[in-house]
């Protein structure tokens, strides 16, 4: 049956519709608005100089003499970071807190003579700089015996989940990888992901469980590389942890986090989206990458400290594209933040901080209703949100300023407590009686950065021209060149 005009467009009102009442959970929301936070892989690894280790390594490797988690936060907060995820456990097994399910922990290492506990330090330290703390736990585990026996291991892994989350404070992340990997009887570990997901709500209700988890998504590399339209409403079958597991690195061959793979370049437009209309779930990215070649710390790696001007490239396309940013920073063997880190770190915050400066305050004027009060003044503080009348065929958001200036990008943030209703808008410049398109984009959602080469304006409006249902805006902002 063909539909005609008029049923046409309320079918596509429909679609539209249930595509925008897929909503985030609170926790969700919490997440997102953190932006950006660290990684830090630290552990046996550091000690050992390798990315993976093999398991049952003596634990009088592990002697970080000169930790110090108070100059770790400093380091991270100076880049505008808001919380940081530990490396409780990797997959060789050896914990950083003194585990009472193994042996194969801090307790049986020289450092602090056994009395140590660095998933202790890093907590406390992460609240002493304001900083939230999420753990990483590999449930790959190269040194316990009970791994590959199937409800044995469950149980050992549910115990050092309930370590973990029972005895740091809140924690905001339970980041799980795909790792999956033979065990000393030489069989894979089918683990239990549901139970441990019952375990992890029980104990941290406000914690998302993210990659192998239902709550956020991988971005599908480790390069920082990012899809020029990110959406958050994704078919349900992303959340399948076989398929992540598939995707997820499974050798230490040292390429695997400069590989950028081009397959689901499209994951949420209508078009990807049929064929799934009964199966959605609100789904946004997380984009990790490291600070330096390999995710733990190797002296060698020294001098190939990632630029601030790239990794800020990487903030505009992650932050600026609605996802979170993971950025890992390893620390030494002796439990210090080298000095190129350090200073790259510093570097990035103080470029984030220029770039939220730049907002300039402007003179809004909106297709209908009222524009609330700060709307389209400031890059952090977004306040109230706009929605325009039913009757707006085509929202629109014009920021004047008092005199012309040079502007570089235009941020545009949607209220995500209501779903992600944008999917098509057009940035215009106005400089006297003309108008040139400046830049556009599909996926808008908790912050989207639009960049286009400085030019003089009088005025910059938006163009709102394909919704999914009325739009909701918190903050449309010009942001000036440096």
Known sequence: MTLGAGQSERASDELGRLLASVEPSDRQVAWQEMDFYAFVHFGMNTSTGVEWGIGHEDPALFDPSELDADEWMTAIASAGMTGVILTAKHHDGFCLWPSRVTKHTVAASPWQSGRGDVVREVAEAAARHNLRLGIYLSPWDRTEATYGTGTAYDDFFVAQLTETLSDYGQVFSVWFDGACGEGANGKVQVYDWDRYYRVIRELQPDAVISVCGPDVRWCGNEAGSTRSDEWSVVPASLLDQERIADKSQHVDDGEFAQLVHSSEDDLGSRSALQGHLGDLAWYPAEVNTSIRPGWFHHPEEDDKVRAAEELMGVWYSSVGGNACFLLNVPPTAAGRISTPDADVLDQLG?????????????????????????????????????????????????????????????????????????????????????????????????RRILRFEPRNLDAVRVEIRGIRAAPRLLAVTAVAAR
């Open 350 to 446: 103080r470029l984030i901080a220029d770039y939220s400066a730049r907002g300039v305050s402007a003179t809004v004027t909106v297709s209908s209703g009222v524009a609330p009060e700060g709307f389209g003044s400031a890059v952090d503080a977004p306040g109230a949100a706009w929605e325009p009348t039913s009757d707006d065929a085509q929202p629109t958001v014009e920021l004047r300023f008092d005199r012309p200036l040079c502007i570089e990008a235009l941020e545009v943030r949607e209220d995500i407590r209501t779903g992600q209703r944008i999917e098509d808008l057009v940035v215009i410049g106005i400089n006297g009686d003309e108008e040139f398109v400046l830049g556009s984009g599909h996926s808008v959602g908790h």
